[in-house]
């Protein structure tokens, strides 16, 4: 754990942080033009059905399952107690990772 917050200066010694869950998906589109295709991290607060493409906007159902989700992972954040903003994480758990060590 940091011993200040990233972005209000609060001691987080002094005063523990809380946690919360969120998830992230690690995103590469097939629809999108090769050209233009990129792996994308998309941050949800809570596990999601589907997902679309931010790029393309092609829907990508279902998230936990769909080829162009390569990565699923559980973060418990810190969250700052005096600004409430995420200032660390706490730890990971991976739910889905086909990603072969890309994301």
């Given at each position: 754990m940091?011993?200040?917050?990233?972005?209000?200066g609060a001691d987080?010694?002094?005063?523990?942080?809380?946690?919360?869950?969120?998830?992230?998906?690690g995103v590469e589109c097939h629809r999108c033009p090769p050209d233009e295709r990129?792996?994308?991290v998309l941050s949800r607060d809570e596990l999601?059905?589907?997902l679309a493409c931010p790029d393309c906007g092609a829907a990508i159902a279902p998230a936990d399952s769909h080829p162009d989700v390569l990565v699923v992972k559980e973060?418990?954040?810190?969250?700052?107690?005096?600004?409430?903003?995420?200032?660390?994480?706490?730890?990971?758990?991976?739910?889905?990772?086909?990603?072969?060590?890309t994301l």
């Open positions: 940091a011993a200040e917050c990233q972005y209000c987080l010694e002094g005063s523990l942080p809380r946690t919360e869950r969120g998830y992230l998906y990129r792996s994308q999601v059905e589907a973060m418990t954040y810190e969250v700052c107690p005096a600004c409430g903003e995420r200032c660390g994480v706490a730890g990971v758990r991976k739910l889905r990772d086909v990603s072969n060590g």
